[in-house]
T-cell receptor, first 113, second 117 residues
Framework: AQSVAQPEDQVNVAEGNPLTVKCTYS??????LFWYVQYPNRGLQFLLK??????LVKGSYGFEAEFNKSQTSFHLKKPSALVSDSALYFC???????????FGKGTRLSVIA | NAGVTQTPKFRVLKTGQSMTLLCAQD?????MYWYRQDPGMGLRLIHY???????AKGEVPDGYNVSRLKKQNFLLGLESAAPSQTSVYFC????????????????FGPGTRLLVL
């Protein structure tokens, strides 16, 4: 069975500083990994995904994530945080295209001006 | 393209009442999903469909039924609502694997907020 852990319920960072939102996963076989963002009173928006290839994946709004197979992690990063990045971030995993995604519980990012 | 739309946006029910949530997508996606989102629980899959006329149970299917009579629509039904079903419900859709480089990426609707008293 697949599972995702987001160990931090809340991450606070000052505007302009780098940010990291952590995600670890458990899946049999090769993982398909995703990050989604949710702004208040909105649905989830796709940020980026790792299927295969380069371990560093670049996505929307300047976000990137690094796939680390040995640590079973897929942390989301951004070099310089913006106040507008404040939102709820979800990591998700599946083991192939035929199985539904399993989502983490979410991490609330707060960027302070 | 409207993407994924959900109807209604908000609803209040009394315990025991029934209702149907409608999800529609105009992206010709094969796969459709219903999730519920509760504080501290993330998104949990209720039911999903891999094509017209097919449905499957997710993580938390009890108390819900679904139907996929048309490819573009996925209905979620509550036959006898309970306060434990108070939640925000999200629909999502995605391409069939192997048909697009955007496969597996799920596209979400704006959500339906349901309050059961």
């Amino acid at each position: 069975a697949q599972s995702v852990a987001q160990p931090e319920d809340q991450v606070n960072v000052a505007e302009g500083n780098p940010l990291t939102v952590k995600c670890t996963y458990s899946v049999s076989g090769n993982p398909y990994l995703f990050w989604y963002v949710q702004y208040p009173n909105r649905g989830l928006q796709f940020l980026l995904k790792y299927i295969t290839g380069d371990n560093l994946v670049k996505g929307s709004y300047g976000f990137e994530a690094e796939f680390n197979k040995s640590q079973t992690s897929f942390h989301l990063k951004k070099p310089s945080a913006l106040v507008s990045d404040s939102a709820l971030y979800f990591c998700a995993v599946t083991r192939s295209g035929n199985t539904p995604l399993v989502f983490g519980k979410g991490t609330r990012l707060s960027v302070i001006a | 393209n409207a993407g994924v739309t959900q109807t209604p946006k908000f609803r209040v029910l009394k315990t025991g009442q029934s209702m149907t949530l409608l999800c529609a997508q105009d992206m010709n996606h094969e796969y459709m999903y219903w999730y519920r989102q509760d504080p501290g629980m993330g998104l949990r899959l209720i039911h999903y469909s891999v094509g017209e006329g097919t449905t499957a149970k997710g993580e938390v299917p009890d108390g819900y039924n679904v139907s996929r009579l048309k490819k573009q629509n996925f209905l979620l039904g509550l036959e006898s609502a309970a306060p434990s079903q108070t939640s925000v419900y999200f629909c999502a859709s995605s391409y069939f694997p192997g048909t697009s480089d955007r496969q597996e990426t799920q596209y979400f609707g704006p959500g339906t907020r349901l309050l059961v008293l």
